[in-house]
């Protein structure tokens, strides 16, 4: 992770620090040389820049882990000290019983709520006067959701490209028929002839299928958003 270069991190390269200024010197602060020699020893790193950080964070995710746990994740390093004394506010209301703040430099702060999270309701969270490490203060605002395990017939294969245009591949459409919102991430689609089920493929990131919502799922979405002029962006 530290190198932010596949090819390089097999060796050859030195990891260089950008800025000897950063109050949070983790991993974003370093990366792969990009001198000829695959480092600079003795002289400036080759990835130098000292240019101060002047942009403010903001919130990449927040998930939640259990009814009564929400997982904030951060776009930078954070001030641990401006998070623990943050002002939180949800709406609906949940009361917070505590934060979990797992190491420093923070990029994750977890939220235990006193009150259980409703399945499927849709949750504002503000999160005020936090800092992340240069001292760029502002306010936060995202919302999350606690998806509901789905049923037998909640969501049904409602169309599929079997015979894709020259240059193209197949795909499925799913509709959520139900009154859930569902969390799609570990769902596996196979092909299945003759009892033989093959070349599964695995959901492996957090996409919520809300109720009565279309989502299609193929090899190349770039292909069909350029050939089917009625596809919706996002899903």
């Known amino acids: 992770l530290w190198y932010h270069d596949a090819l390089k991190q097999n060796g050859g390269y030195s990891i260089e620090r950008i800025n000897p200024n950063d109050p949070c010197s983790d991993l974003d602060n370093w990366k792969a040389s990009i001198a000829i020699n695959g480092g600079t020893p003795g002289l400036v790193n080759s990835v130098f820049d000292p240019s101060p950080d002047t942009l403010a964070p903001h919130i990449v995710n927040a998930l939640t882990q259990s009814p009564t746990q929400l997982e904030v994740q951060f776009s930078e390093a954070m001030d641990s000290a401006s998070i623990v004394n943050a002002s939180y506010i949800v709406t609906p209301t949940l009361e917070i019983g505590q934060l979990i703040i797992a190491k420093s430099p923070t990029y ?4 235990s709520f006193s009150d259980s999270i409703q399945g499927s309701q849709n949750y504002f969270l503000t999160i005020e006067n936090a800092s992340d490490c240069s001292e760029n203060s502002t306010d936060l605002s995202t919302q999350f959701v606690l998806p509901e395990t789905p049923e037998k017939g909640n969501v049904i294969i409602n169309e599929i490209m079997y015979n894709p245009l020259t240059g193209g591949s197949d795909w499925v459409e799913i509709y959520n028929v139900s009154n859930k919102i569902i969390d799609l ?51």
Do not use: R
């Open 185 to 235: 991430k570990g769902w596996q689609f196979a092909n299945c002839a003759y009892d033989t089920i093959a070349n599964v493929e695995t959901i492996g990131a957090h996409i919520y299928l809300n109720p009565m919502h279309y989502i299609v799922l193929g090899k190349d979405s770039v292909f069909v958003k350029q050939h089917y002029p009625f596809h919706v962006p996002g899903t």
């Open 108 to 111: 994750w702060v977890t939220i």
